[in-house]
């Protein structure tokens, strides 16, 4: 078993930037492919972004392509989410999952293991 702990959210601006961080515990933190999903009030959980357990591959959705970037250090246990160029859409709560596959997936219910999320607010 693993456990998650996402760190790094805040209020920020528009055009800002913000990196979240979540710390595993547990299993081996190499074992486990990683997704990041989001999630806002009255919409439906959204894949952001996922990794791979090598961190050799990376998929972003088309919403925070080229403004979001996730990569991972095996070495301290930690995958992140660096987010530039903030938008008011992007406002939600972050949270990051676990998979014990050689590779991440955009579907919420292949994952084995979730943090507790961590509140991202980005004002207009």
């Known amino acids: 078993q693993v456990q998650l702990t996402e760190s790094g959210g805040g209020l920020v601006q528009t055009g800002d930037s913000l990196r979240l961080s979540c710390a595993a515990s547990g299993r081996t933190f190499s074992s486990y492919a990683m997704g990041w999903f989001r999630q806002a009030p009255g919409k439906e959980r959204e894949f952001v972004a996922g990794i791979s357990r090598s961190g050799g591959n990376t998929a972003y959705a088309g919403t925070v392509k080229g403004r979001f970037i996730t990569s991972r250090d095996n070495t301290k246990n930690t995958v992140y989410l660096q987010m530039t160029s903030l938008k008011p859409e992007d406002t939600a709560v972050y949270r990051c999952?676990?998979?014990?596959?050689?590779?991440?997936?955009?579907?919420?219910?292949?994952?084995?293991?979730w943090g507790q999320g961590t509140q991202v607010t980005v004002s207009s």
């Open positions: 999952a676990a998979v014990t596959q050689l590779s991440f997936s955009a579907l919420p219910g292949r994952y084995d293991y």
